[in-house]
Nanobody, 125 residues
Framework: QVQLVESGGGLVQAGVSLRLSCAAS??????????MGWFRQFPGKEREFVAA????????YYADSVKGRFTISRDNAKNTVYLQMNNLEPEDTAIYYC????????????????WGQGTQVTVSS
């Protein structure tokens, strides 16, 4: 059993920054065994990839839509993964989810094993 809890979402104006956090826990969970990812979901749409990071933080992937603006990072001592979002745009408005993958660092949502409940990010113009 693994629990992921996102936080840090909110309402911001376009052009500003926001940092999301995802805290992981579980009885037999070792955070550093997992690659982590961030996904987002727009109303009526499928969940889409945002960013991913390997167990050590040495390998990262980003969706083209956020590359150069968003940065994924992790602190294994705190069992936490972060998504730093800079220069936010109204098009970034979505529910953001973190996810954990035991096997690979992947952009594919179906390959992730555990998911958080999401945190709402709303960007106004």
């Amino acid at each position: 059993q693994v629990q992921l809890v996102e936080s840090g979402g909110g309402l911001v104006q376009a052009g500003v920054s926001l940092r999301l956090s995802c805290a992981a826990s579980g009885r037999t969970f070792t955070f550093s065994d997992y690659a982590m990812g961030w996904f987002r979901q727009f109303p009526g749409k499928e969940r889409e990839f945002v960013a991913a990071i390997d167990w050590s933080g040495g390998v990262t992937y980003y969706a083209d839509s956020v590359k150069g603006r968003f940065t994924i990072s992790r602190d294994n001592a705190k069992n936490t993964v972060y998504l730093q979002m800079n220069n936010l745009e109204p098009e970034d408005t979505a529910i953001y989810y973190c996810a954990a993958n035991f096997a690979t660092t992947t952009i594919r949502a179906v390959e992730y094993d555990y998911w958080g409940q999401g945190t709402q990010v709303t960007v106004s113009s």
